[in-house]
Nanobody
């Protein structure tokens, strides 16, 4: 599975950005996709995920501001981020996972999101 992320950038606080993650390769066994982020000096954390069935889950810090969605025809997952805050500044990573014998995780390259105050 290959993941290509795009859409990061610099935005003022209160602004919006949309991240995209296109999946290719052996995607038939993917159970879900999502986004993680890692700020300088901090651990990588889960931001949002969406399962194959369409169930979504959000970190408390972004719930109500971020929306994850997918376009199955394009094998693409989106993260719409609104009302961005400086604390959202991080490198955002696209993730896909499969649940076979054990969990397998696939990662895209990170995309930088910087929110100025």
């Amino acid at each position: 599975v290959q993941l290509q992320a795009s859409g990061g950038g610099l935005v003022q606080g209160g602004g919006s950005l949309r991240l995209s993650c296109a999946a290719s390769g052996s995607i038939f066994n993917i159970n879900g996709m999502g986004w993680f982020r890692q700020a300088p000096g901090k651990q990588r954390e889960s931001v949002a995920r969406i399962t194959r069935a369409g169930s979504t889950n959000y970190a408390d810090s972004v719930r109500g501001r971020f929306t994850i969605s997918r376009d199955n025809a394009k094998n693409t997952v989106y993260l719409q981020m609104t009302n961005l805050k400086p604390e959202d500044t991080a490198v955002y990573y696209c993730n896909a996972y499969s649940l076979g014998v054990g969990r397998s995780d696939y990662w895209g390259q990170g995309t930088q999101v910087t929110v100025s105050s």
